[in-house]
DNA sequence: GAGGCTGGTTTCCGATCGGATACCGCCCTA
DNA sequence: TAGGGCGGTATCCGATCGGAAACCAGCCTC
């Protein structure tokens, strides 16, 4: 019962580390966390305690209200288990897969452009910043 | 004077209305004007007047911040004019060029799920949102 | 029946966002 | 010399963001 539907390989716990690339990150879905529980739920569902991992550092708090953001604008959907009443699980609907397209894009765009992103922005601190 | 460098048509004074969309678009670059901004400037170099008119409702002080922080993280560049000391250009360096490409296809994904965004935030909305 | 896991909620709080308003020096023109 | 455009700055304020910590019911195991 700690799996979810099929054989889903689990998720690298260190998947995401948000203290790193924050701030210098030119592209933001929704909220702090959205793009990450996008990417967390591409391969299939996932439960919350599932996604509280590969997520690093993120409350239930934060990770409830985000997905609750997430489900009101159509791109996640929520579903309790019925049989056995224990636990929840978390999918993409097809408007959030089809985010994936763009959003990749966007990563995409900032991997290539690191390096430029961080010189621009200690060069912007070295001339008195 | 009132012109840029070289003959560039106006921008359309009612391009961006910022009531209209905002909280359902799933993209954001930067803070809220940001987008708006790099958009305004794609056709080349701009006054701080030039795009106080296209970005409706924007204060001084919101279009100053949001220009000093696309500068410090080398999307844009400002430039005073020195002859006359009077004016100042803001013009989109390459590496903020070349984020219009995924800007872009970022805004195109939302025109063409427009429709579908509208109706899962209804459908969220009369089950008890 | 004590403790642990699951999926949260509640309260509190500091940081940031961004609008409103007032004000500023510089320059040009009338 | 008065007024107006330009490119801002200073101050105040309410709203939102998002972390910390405490707490919760339901279920399972020991």
């Known amino acids: ?35 990450m529980i996008l990417r967390c ?26 997905l609750r953001r997430l489900e009101r604008d159509g791109f996640v959907t929520r579903k309790a288990y019925e049989d056995t009443k224990l636990g929840v699980e978390y999918s993409l609907t097809p408007l959030g897969r089809g985010l994936l397209g763009p959003l990749d894009a966007a990563c995409e765009w900032t991997r290539e452009h690191w390096d430029e992103l961080i010189d621009a922005h200690e060069a912007h601190m070295n001339k008195g910043g």
Do not use: I
């Not at 924050?22 to 879905?29: A, C, G, M």
């Open 1 to 35: 019962m700690t799996k979810p539907l099929a054989e889903l390989a689990p998720l690298d716990p260190e998947m995401f580390d948000p203290v790193c690339p924050s701030p210098l990150v030119p592209f933001r879905v929704g909220d702090k966390w959205a793009a």
């Open 41 to 66: 739920l591409q391969d299939g569902s996932r439960r919350f305690s599932e996604l509280k991992g590969p997520l690093r550092g993120v409350t239930s708090k934060s990770l409830t209200q985000s």
